[in-house]
């Protein structure tokens, strides 16, 4: 199993530009998130999706999009790049709602110039 | 409204000496708390995890302390190894809706040689 899988893991954005950050997991979790990490934050819910067909926003949704077509995937779109959405973005993944355990992906570190 | 509160944001230990992190919560209705352990340009992994159910749990030298009528927890880590510098979350999560973990800022721990 290679886990959590994220791409690309370095990106450099002018502002007002779009991308997507890629995460897709092989444990077949239902479960999967996206996380911020900026210094002196910790860890900030951005997007989550219980399963395919279905998010909901975190504590950090605004100038994010996301979307959940198979089990194996969660893309992060990123719509018009910003300065404040240069960060280390973090996708993890967990079985289902009884069990905890969360496995995160090795993280993008994304700027925006 | 910061649910978990996470201190020192920084420590300096000792190689052979005890590290000791500590994190309150506010949200009765959490009943997860677990350790994640960060190395730089890697992701979040679990260390270690406790229920309110005990008040100990220890995993070779990384011991968790949970004080639920003040809602406090700690992380202990005896004989502190240079192997052991990295940032350490906590966090927290309730069993109720999507039940997403809610972290604390992180310390970042340096055990010197």
């Known amino acids: 199993n290679a886990g959590v899988t994220q791409t690309p893991k370095f990106q450099v954005l002018k502002t007002g530009q779009s991308m997507t950050l890629q995460c897709a997991q092989d444990m077949n979790h239902e479960y999967m998130s996206w996380y911020r990490q900026d210094p002196g934050m910790g860890l900030r819910l951005i997007h989550y999706?219980?399963?395919?067909?279905?998010?909901d926003q975190g504590e950090v949704p605004n100038g994010y999009n996301v979307s959940r077509s198979t089990t194996e995937d969660f893309p992060l779109r990123l719509l018009s790049a910003a300065p404040s959405q240069t960060s280390v973005y973090f996708c993890?993944?967990?079985?289902?709602?009884?069990?905890?355990?969360?496995?995160f992906g090795p993280g993008t570190r994304l700027t925006v110039t | 409204q910061q649910q978990v509160k996470q201190s020192p944001q920084s420590l300096i230990v000792q190689k052979g000496g005890i590290s000791i992190i500590n994190c309150a919560y506010e949200n009765t209705a959490f009943d997860y708390f677990p350790w994640y352990q960060q190395f730089p340009g890697k992701g979040p992994a679990l260390l270690i995890a406790i229920r309110p159910d005990v008040s100990e749990k220890k995993e070779g030298r990384f011991t968790i302390s949970f004080n639920k009528s003040a809602k406090q927890f700690s992380l202990h880590i005896m004989d502190s190894q240079p192997g052991d510098s990295a940032t350490y979350f906590c966090?927290?999560?309730?069993?109720?809706?999507?039940?997403?973990?809610?972290f604390g800022k992180g310390t970042m721990l340096l055990v010197s040689p």
């Open positions: 993890a993944s967990r079985p289902d709602s009884t069990l905890y355990e969360q496995y």
């Open positions: 966090a927290a999560s309730s069993r109720s809706g999507y039940s997403t973990l809610t």
């Open positions: 999706s219980v399963g395919a067909g279905i998010t």
